[in-house]
């Protein structure tokens, strides 16, 4: 777990937390469909499940480190630092919350603490995030944080059968450190 304040962490995702988060996504299928692919595979909480058992071979391999957002004890979203690359010491972050936990701040705060971990504890050295070009609040994250804007990747993601363009964000850990 990683405690960031009083009334938010960042938790390993459990049995318990997974039967929430599902619960989450369906409540929150039309918000979260929009930009993420995934959402129309999660037909129900086994799918979640397998999902989970999926991401936990990714943590065990050393690719993936991903956690439930809790804000006063609820998952409200997930957060994870995936395709960990540690022969070039490179990671993505990849987040999502639900439609009422928007507009907290929790997902600068959770992403301030993965990129500390990324960073302190394994040691990589450039951190990325991407979000579609039309996806103007999933963007103001990485903007808010210091990221650098790389460019656009021209119709890279297939989500409800059209393809978006992303912009990929970046930040090093000399620069974070600079920030911080």
């Not at 936990?101 to 050295?125: H, M, T």
């Not at 951190?127 to 790389?150: C, D, H, M, W, Y």
Request: with cysteine; proline share 2%; charged share 25%.
């Amino acid at each position: 777990m990683i405690k960031i304040d009083d009334r938010l962490s960042l938790e390993v995702i459990s049995e318990p937390i997974a039967k929430l988060l599902f619960k989450a996504i369906d409540d929150n299928r039309a918000h979260l469909s929009v930009f993420l692919p995934w959402v129309e595979n999660m037909k129900d909480s086994d799918d979640f499940l397998l999902y989970l058992i999926a991401s936990r071979h990714l943590t065990a391999e050393g690719k993936e480190l991903s956690y439930a957002i809790l804000f006063d004890q609820v998952p409200v979203g997930r957060i994870g630092l995936h395709h960990i690359n540690h022969q070039n010491n490179n990671a993505s972050i990849g987040y999502w919350l639900t439609k009422s936990a928007e507009g907290n701040g929790l997902v600068i705060r959770s992403c301030k603490a993965l990129i500390n971990y990324g960073f302190q504890e394994l040691k990589l050295k450039r951190i990325e995030i991407k979000a579609a070009v039309e996806n103007i609040r999933s963007q103001a994250v990485p903007q808010r944080l210091g990221f650098t804007k790389e460019g656009i990747l021209r119709k890279s993601e297939l989500v409800n059968n059209e393809f978006h363009d992303i912009v990929l964000y970046s930040i090093l850990d000399e620069e974070w450190n600079s920030l911080q």
